[in-house]
C-alpha cells in the first residue's frame, strides 16, 4: 500500500467502533495493519473500518496464540487494543511484557474512561463518555433535554482520530531516535479536548450552559437549520456580519429593522421565527438555487444516500464505492502522496495472503496453529 504510512506495522486486536476506526485510518494512509479477529468471525465488506487490511482468526485465550500475538508485536510498529484495563494483563499481553521484548513498539490502549479513574472498569458507550464531559449538554433545543447526536463525537472525533494521530506521533518520535511508548487513549479525554472551543466561549460569556442555548448549538437564527416547503432542510452558518448580510439580502429581510441587530440576543427566538416562515415558503432546491456559490454560508441539509450525489461530493470524489457500498473516502488528501483505493477486507485471511510472513511468522508455523484450531 503506498502513502505516507507506508512500511509501518500495526496489530490490531480488534474491538468495537473507535478501534476498528483507529485501524482504518492508519491503513488508509497506507501502514500495513493486521486485524486479529475473535476466532470464527469475518470481517464485513459493508464496515470501512475493514478495509485496506490483513486478518487472522484467533482465539486469543489460548496460550499459542498468545504467543504468536507476542512474536507478531517483535514485528510490528505497533499494537492497538480495546479491552477493559487489566484484560490484556491477565492474557500476558500488557505492555510491559511486549515493550520488554520490543522496546520500540507503539502500545495503543483505546478505553472510553481511560487506565484510571473510578469508571475505569465500568461499561459505557459515546452517551456516557460525552454526558460526562460535559458535551452532550450542549446538545438540545431551547434549553429542553440533551439529545445524542448519534455515536460520531466519543467513538471517532474524541477516539479514533486521537489515537490514530498519537500512534503516528509515538512511532515518529520512535523513528527519529527515541523508545517506544504507551498511549492511554480515552474518549472522555478525547471529547473534552474536542470542545475546547466551546468552553472557550463559555468563559467569554457567549453562551449559556444549558442545551441549545448557545450561539452555534442552535440558540442564533443566523445558525440553525430549517424545514422547506418540500419537507427537506437547509442550513444557514452566517457568523459573520458580511455573511449575515448576503442572507437577509436574499430572504428579502435586509432592510427589515428588526434583524439589523445580528447579535442581540433577546430578539433571537422571534428572528428565527422569522426566517422559519419566509424559508418555508420554498422548496429546498428552489432557496439553494438562489443561494448557490454566494458567501451566504447557506447550504442544503443532505440526506445520507443524497450525500454522495451533492455535486461538491462528486467533484472531490468524497464517497467512494466498496463492492457495491458506497463509503466516505480516505481523507485528509496530499499534494504528493498517493494512496491505494481501499480494498474491501480479502475473502482469505492473512495466512493464506501470507501477510503473516510480513511480520515474521513462517508459513509452517501459521499452517501448525491452523491445524490446531487455534488459528481461524
Known amino acids: 500500500m503506498p502513502g505516507p504510512l507506508a512500511g509501518i506495522r500495526i496489530v490490531e486486536l ?12 492508519l491503513a488508509d ?92 472498569q465500568t461499561a459505557g458507550h459515546d452517551i456516557n463518555y460525552i454526558a460526562t464531559s460535559g458535551v452532550l449538554h450542549t446538545i438540545g433545543v431551547d434549553g429542553g433535554r440533551p439529545i445524542p447526536p448519534s455515536n460520531y463525537i466519543a467513538d471517532f472525533g474524541g477516539g479514533g482520530i486521537m489515537l490514530a494521530f498519537a500512534m503516528v506521533s509515538a512511532i515518529l518520535a520512535v523513528k527519529m531516535g527515541g523508545d517506544g511508548d504507551v498511549i492511554d487513549a480515552a474518549m472522555t479525554d478525547g ?3 474536542l470542545a475546547g472551543m466551546a468552553w472557550m466561549m463559555r468563559a467569554r460569556g457567549d453562551t449559556e450552559d444549558r442545551p441549545g442555548l448557545g450561539t452555534l448549538t442552535g440558540a442564533a437564527h443566523f445558525y440553525n437549520t430549517y424545514e422547506c ?43 428565527k421565527r422569522r426566517f422559519a416562515e419566509i424559508i418555508r415558503t420554498k422548496s429546498r432546491d428552489e432557496w439553494c438555487d438562489g443561494f448557490e456559490l454566494t458567501d451566504a454560508c447557506f447550504t442544503p441539509v443532505m440526506a445520507m444516500g443524497e450525500a454522495p450525489q451533492h455535486p461538491h461530493n462528486r467533484a472531490r470524489e468524497t464517497f ?37 510472513e510480513r511480520f515474521g511468522i513462517s508459513a509452517e508455523r501459521a499452517n501448525d496453529l491452523l491445524k490446531d484450531g487455534v488459528l481461524g
Open 320 to 356: 467512494i464505492e466498496i463492492e457495491g457500498h458506497v463509503q466516505p473516502a480516505p481523507a485528509p488528501r496530499y499534494a504528493r502522496q498517493t494512496l491505494s483505493p481501499p480494498r474491501p477486507p480479502s475473502a482469505k485471511n492473512a495466512v493464506r495472503e501470507g501477510a503473516l
Open 191 to 193: 471529547t473534552a479536548l
Open 14 to 25: 480488534v474491538g468495537i467502533g473507535p478501534g476498528p476506526f483507529c485501524g482504518m485510518m
Open 29 to 120: 494512509h497506507g501502514a500495513d495493519v493486521l486485524r486479529i479477529e475473535r476466532l470464527g468471525r469475518t470481517p464485513l465488506a459493508v464496515d470501512p473500518a475493514t478495509r485496506s487490511q490483513s486478518w487472522i482468526g484467533l482465539d486469543i485465550k489460548s496460550p499459542k496464540a498468545v504467543a504468536l500475538i507476542r512474536d507478531l508485536a517483535k514485528g510490528a510498529d505497533g499494537v492497538i487494543e480495546g479491552f477493559r484495563p487489566g484484560v490484556m494483563e491477565r492474557l500476558g499481553l500488557g505492555p510491559e511484557v511486549l515493550l520488554a521484548e520490543n522496546p520500540k513498539l507503539v502500545y495503543g490502549r483505546m478505553t472510553g474512561w481511560g487506565q484510571n479513574g473510578p469508571y475505569a
Open 229 to 271: 416547503a418540500d419537507g427537506k432542510y437547509v442550513a444557514i452558518g452566517a457568523i459573520e456580519p458580511a455573511f449575515y448580510k448576503r442572507v437577509c439580502e436574499r430572504l428579502g429581510v435586509a432592510d427589515d429593522p428588526d434583524f439589523s441587530e445580528q447579535m442581540d440576543r433577546g430578539r433571537w427566538p422571534e428572528l
